[in-house]
Structures are given as structure tokens and as C-alpha cells.
């Protein structure tokens, strides 16, 4: 079973991420789950319990301000039971107790580790592209706090936010796996740095930059 621990603060669209990679991995005949371990904020659980109704998959939650790694380890029970493909697992995303933090992200990586020694095999932080410069401070301290894999870019949606991209990668070291281009279920892609690269340099390679 694969598993994904995603971390990010709130409002970067870390849940709408986990919703559209569910759908991805429903439409490629996976068998989804959801985990809802931000149970730190009441909209959260409801927000992915109805991303799994919309993406049709099963949601694990437990009640508001429950452990979240009691959630997280009832829903790889379950997973493992019943024969799950792949479990996406969402975290509360405060920053400003960064020790609480890291404690409840690092008893939640204890416990997938625990249940099953290979996972989590993703650790991805959602970042808002929009933000700039805070996105690459988020970062910065979500390193500190749990071993981030890769970075899931929302709100990247064709303008010129790219350079976060850069930034990233430059300063972090970590790699862009995903980008969020909308709101749609299938507005996920895998990152394709050529890609990426021409649409930040069109501009200049077409000669519509108007310094002729």
C-alpha cells in the first residue's frame, strides 16, 4: 500500500489537492482512501469527507479535536484490512506552535512506519504558488519539522508565479512533484520542468516581450 502524508498550513489547498489525487488514482482503478488527521480544525474533516463523496472514496475521521494519530492508525487498520491501494493521509497545517507540531507529524510518521515499514513513501507539502516569498518560508519550516519528500504547487495557474518553482529548488533542494492549475477535479499534473521552463520563458523565446 502506498502512502501519502501530506502537510501545508491551512488555506493553500492541501485538502482540495488530496481530493484531486484520489480522483486521479480512483480513475486508474486504485482502491482510495482518505485519513482526515487535521481534526485541530472543525471545517477540515468536513471538507475531506466531502471530497470523498464527490471522488467517491472511503474517508476515515475521528471526532472533532481527536488525535490525529489515532485517526491516522484506525484508517491504515482498516487499509490493510480491507485491501487498500493507497492511502492519502491530511494533517493540521498551524505553524505558529511549531513544537506541537512537529511532535503530532512525527507520531503520525511513527505510527504509518510502525503499521507498515515502507510508508510513508510521499511526505508532499502543498504551497499556495500565489504567496511567493511566505511559500518558500513555509517550506523552509516545514523541513525543519518532518522530512519532506516533495512539493505539491497549488494556484499555479499559467501567470508568472513560476519563480517559486526555481526558489524551491535552488534553496530546498526539493523537488516539484505536483502542480494544482484550478479548482476541477483533474486540474492535477506531474511537474514537467521543460514544460514549466517554456511557459516562464515564453515570453522571451517568442519575442513578444517587446524589447525588439
Known sequence: MTVF?????????????????????KQEGKKVMLAAGDTFRAGATEQLVEWGRRVDVT???????????????????????ENYDV??????????????????????SRIITREIPEAPQEILLALDATTGQNALTQAKQFKDV???????????????RGGIV????????????????GEKMDDLRD???????????????DGTNGDD
Open 5 to 25: 502524508l501530506f502537510v501545508g498550513v491551512n488555506g493553500v489547498g492541501k485538502t482540495t489537492t488530496i481530493g484531486k489525487l484520489a480522483h486521479r488514482y
Open 59 to 81: 474517508v476515515v475521521r475521528g471526532p472533532e479535536k481527536s488525535d490525529p494519530a489515532s485517526v491516522v492508525f484506525d484508517a491504515i487498520k482498516r487499509a490493510k484490512k
Open 191 to 205: 511537474f514537467a520542468p521543460e514544460e514549466f521552463v517554456l511557459g516562464l520563458f515564453k515570453g522571451l523565446l
Open 87 to 108: 492511502l492519502l493521509v491530511d494533517t493540521a497545517g498551524r505553524l505558529q506552535n511549531k513544537v506541537n507540531l512537529m511532535n503530532e507529524l512525527a507520531k503520525i
Open 146 to 160: 518532518t522530512k519532506v519528500t516533495g512539493i505539491v504547487l497549488t494556484k499555479l495557474d499559467g501567470t508568472a
Open 166 to 181: 526555481l526558489a524551491i529548488r535552488n534553496e530546498l533542494h526539493l523537488p516539484v512533484k505536483l502542480v494544482g492549475l
